[in-house]
């Protein structure tokens, strides 16, 4: 991986983050525990902080830049665009994008190739598709039609994302040591 300070604030990443040998993080960025950040991904604080909380899984190819900040339990897909808040438990589906100052609330799913507009505000437990993103539907937890609009469904388990990243380190692949 690539770290660079930019105006005297250097990118702060917990000792457990698995990160890819070519990604690039650069300026006032904190990336928290368990975290996964896999090959060519983007991390550019150059104008504002980004934060990125625990258990947050960024597949390949992604970009964040501009006043991100993810909670704790995201699934973010291959090649998204994010520059918003992520509210925790929440996924994003593959090259999903997210423009500046946008939210979306907890529990909820940004599904594949949906554009999130500037400032647009999802509430909590949503399912939103589309470009410009609207609700589709709500989130149900206790639904078993609903498993595949949860965060947890691609993180959590023996083949989510978490446990292949535990792989990844216990290979000794991406260490930082």
């Not at 996964?36 to 899984?57: E, K, Q």
């Not at 949860?150 to 993180?155: D, L, S, V």
Request: proline residues 5%; aromatic residues 6%.
């Amino acid at each position: 991986m690539k770290i660079y300070a930019f105006h005297e604030k250097t990118p702060r990443i917990a000792r457990s983050a698995l990160i890819a040998d070519n990604v690039i993080i650069i300026g006032d960025v904190e990336i928290g525990e368990n975290c996964s950040i896999w090959p060519g991904v983007v991390i550019r604080s150059d104008t504002t902080p980004i934060r990125i909380g625990a258990n947050v899984h960024i597949e390949e190819n992604s970009i964040l830049h501009t006043s991100t900040h993810i909670e704790d339990n995201v699934m973010i897909g291959h090649g998204c665009c994010i520059e918003g808040f992520i509210g925790h438990d929440s996924m994003l589906g593959n090259t999903a994008s997210m423009m500046p100052m946008s939210r979306l609330g907890a529990h909820s799913t940004l599904a594949a190739g949906s554009v999130l507009m500037d400032g647009a505000e999802l509430p909590p437990y949503s399912f939103a598709l589309g470009v410009p993103a609207k609700v589709h539907s709500r989130i149900e937890l206790d639904n078993p039609k609903h498993i595949a609009r949860r965060a947890t469904t691609y993180i959590e388990g023996p083949r989510g994302i978490a446990a292949l990243a535990d792989e990844y380190r216990r290979q000794g692949i991406w260490s930082r040591d």
